[in-house]
């Protein structure tokens, strides 16, 4: 009997936990905190893991969204054993620590417990790592059920893993943020080459008309022509960017366009845990698939953002600013930096990437010339007197790539995750209408599925 039990990320993009129990051994896929939410509220629900088995977590990916809430479910449930890639292990250090800081500004519930940096870096020496394609037992001392477990690249961000689960004549496959197309750095996803009996896939895109995606070498296209535009009016031009995979992809992918005399060349400004993140993905570009191995991001001629004493001289001489937070979420550099970007006339804020509807950068992402916005409660009002355009250089699949996993996997059954309602209704009335012998369910938190 396999058991499927959805902690977070059910019908939502945040908070991502799933548990699945085979034959008395309990099995976490990822242990993500809600980015839009705060305190208690941000963490998957642990309490229904009363009463249950837990014995591994394998994580998919470092997004805070799938990895930020581990260390809060390790002391509740210290006895789990982690696994993941060896270069989320190496992202995870990183980011968790980071995520301290945030967490502390942003949480004013005096029950709610930060933990440590201690108690980060005890986390993260238990990491236990394999890398892709890489075949490895999960035993359970309790039950004696084992477990065969093989990690494949997602091609989402560095480390990111789709994760295949065996148990005796059954077949698992879990997605986590998938991405079948190629960006600027990394190749897309691999698939397994056999028949699954249960997929849990994302569904991010499920819900978006394709046609509004252009692929990514297209995208660049249209990206660098409005970025020569900026530039040679005399403007200046801010790209908020998740400090995890979207730097890392832009920042490839602008100092590509100056060295191939497609951009102008113009000083570059990034700056804070983003470059950190960017050794990651240079100590492993012979390890993984990449492409442009030769690119060494750490090499790449860009000002440190968070050092600069007077960014005044960023508003004097036209330059590329990447900035995170990727949704422009108050108190971050992109953030502060949208306020004057957004009151001059030959400037351009150009975003790259999914916003949700209830942060700033959805605001100012939907916003024209001439409209007053408010960013948050505490801002006063603002005209949009720069430029503001909208690029989608996607890290997940579109909805018909997502059909096209079914098609080559063809599960029985399909659970439906990590996305909004609209998205996981279109992808299982799609589903159901190309292949009407296939179950599909929508997973909902705390319900939990059984399967023979």
Not at 146 to 161: C, D, L, P, R, T
Request: with cysteine; hydrophobic share 40%; proline share 3%.
């Amino acid at each position: 009997m396999i058991q499927f039990l959805p902690l977070g990320g059910a019908g939502e993009i945040g908070a991502n936990c799933y548990y699945l129990n085979f034959d008395g051994m309990g099995i976490i896929l990822d242990c993500g905190m809600h980015p839009q939410k705060v305190g208690f509220e941000s963490l998957p629900d642990f309490n229904l893991l009363n009463n249950l088995t837990a014995d591994y977590v394998l994580v998919s990916h470092a997004h805070q969204d799938h990895l930020n809430a581990l260390p809060f479910l390790i002391k509740k449930h210290p006895q789990l054993k982690i696994i993941t890639t060896p270069q989320t292990r190496a992202v995870a250090e990183l980011t968790l620590h980071n995520a301290i800081s945030i967490l502390k500004r942003r949480i004013g519930d005096e029950n709610f417990e930060v933990y440590s940096r201690d108690e980060v870096d005890l986390l993260i020496k238990s990491i236990d790592y394999k890398a892709y394609n890489e075949k490895f037992i999960l035993k359970s001392l309790d039950s004696g059920t084992q477990v065969e477990i093989e990690f494949f690249n997602a091609g989402h961000i560095i480390g990111s893993a789709g994760i295949l689960l065996k148990h005796r004549n059954k077949k698992i496959f879990f997605t986590g943020d998938i991405n079948l197309s190629d960006q600027t750095l990394l190749p897309g996803a691999d698939l397994p080459k056999e028949k699954i009996d249960i997929l849990i896939t994302e569904t991010t895109y499920g819900g978006t008309d394709s046609s509004s995606l252009h692929n990514w070498l297209k995208e660049t296209d249209r990206f660098t022509s409005s970025i020569n535009t900026v530039l040679n009016r005399g403007g200046s031009v801010l790209i908020p960017v998740f400090a995890l995979g979207k730097l890392q992809e832009m920042l490839a992918l602008v100092w590509k366009g100056m060295k191939n005399k497609k951009i102008t060349s113009v000083d570059i400004y990034t700056g804070g845990i983003g470059k950190k993140i960017n050794r990651v993905y240079d100590y492993n570009r012979f390890v993984v698939k990449r492409n442009e191995q030769e690119l060494v991001l750490h090499d790449i001629p860009y000002k440190d953002l968070n050092r600069e004493e007077n960014l005044q001289k960023l508003f004097k001489l036209p330059s590329i600013v990447l900035a995170s937070s990727g949704m422009m979420v108050e108190s971050t550099k992109s953030f502060e930096l949208t306020k004057t970007w957004l009151r001059k006339r030959d400037f351009a804020i150009f975003t790259v990437g999914y916003m949700d509807p209830s942060t700033p950068g959805y605001l100012i992402a939907n916003a024209k010339k001439g409209d007053k916005i408010q960013l948050t409660n505490r801002e006063r009002k603002i005209e949009v007197r720069c430029e503001i355009k909208n690029f989608r250089f996607s890290a997940h699949s579109n909805r018909e790539e997502l059909l096209s996993i079914v098609n080559d996997l063809q599960p029985e059954k399909i659970i439906l995750v990590h996305g909004d309602n609209e998205a996981i209704d279109w992808m299982g009335a799609s589903i159901l209408k190309h292949w009407r012998d296939k179950k599909v369910y929508a997973a909902k938190i705390g319900r939990q599925l059984l399967f023979d």
